[in-house]
């Protein structure tokens, strides 16, 4: 479930199941999207990215879907496992600015 | 994060203290910026700089600045810290020109202003 005020939005998951977590862009403008993951102690880290012409995008055991309508990204991870628990972020960018604006993080907690 | 290196790794300092954030880089990349990462809050842009002579303001650069010492050092400083600066600090890189727009990410300062 979701916690509000400062806390990050968290999503606890069983080992073994997908996860899904979702972040709302803000720009209509931006045309670049990526996914960072950041564990406890360190940087963020790139996961997977989009561009504004695709709606979809997999890597490996991860996948990226877009919806400009909405303005809307999400990540979904097959098989969660305990290295996934992170906090991840989606980050948007205007072509051509390289600079990002990114989202509060989602914590995804995994349970063994 | 060997790609991009940050010191201090950790820094208590008081309030009324200038202290310097430094980040080194062995990519070769010309970008550079410097964020601020608060509890909830993700990331937040203090200063970027897209190549030496290149200096910009990102979103609260009030009370920071920085320094471009070279194409591989971009320096953050707080000419007198504040309690409100406590926080945790990335420096991260990213090429010029193509289509990668990935920002790679120092390992973080966590600075805690007394």
């Known amino acids: 479930g979701e916690s509000v005020g400062l806390h990050l939005p968290t999503l606890s998951v069983q080992e073994g199941d997908n996860s899904i977590i979702n972040c709302a862009y803000s720009?209509?403008?931006?045309?670049?999207f990526i996914w960072y993951k950041q564990e406890s102690g360190k940087g963020p880290q790139f996961i997977i990215d989009?561009?504004?012409?695709?709606d979809k995008r997999q890597g490996q055991r991860v996948t990226v879907l877009l919806n400009k309508t909405v303005k809307h990204l999400s990540l979904q991870i097959a098989a969660t496992q305990p290295g996934d628990s992170a906090v991840y972020f989606c980050?948007?960018?205007?072509?051509?600015?390289?600079?990002?604006?990114f989202g509060r993080g989602t914590s995804l907690i995994v349970h063994p | 994060d060997a790609d991009v290196t940050q010191t201090p790794r950790n820094r208590i300092t008081k309030t009324g203290k200038r202290i310097m954030l430094e980040c080194s880089q062995t990519?070769?990349?010309?970008?550079m910026y410097w964020y601020r990462q608060d509890p909830g809050l993700g990331l937040r842009l203090i200063y970027y700089s897209f190549d030496v002579k290149d200096i910009n303001k990102g979103e609260i650069s009030d009370g920071y600045s920085v320094s471009r010492q070279a194409q591989a050092k971009f320096s953050l400083s707080l000419e007198s810290a504040i309690p409100n600066q406590t926080a945790l600090y990335f420096c991260?890189?990213?090429?010029?020109?193509?289509?990668?727009?990935?920002?790679?990410f120092g390992p973080g300062t966590r600075l805690t202003v007394t």
């Open positions: 980050a948007e960018i205007v072509g051509g600015s390289y600079i990002p604006t």
């Open positions: 989009i561009r504004s012409n695709m």
């Open positions: 720009n209509s403008a931006s045309d670049y």
């Open positions: 991260a890189i990213s090429s010029a020109g193509g289509p990668d727009y990935e920002q790679y």
């Open positions: 990519k070769g990349h010309d970008r």
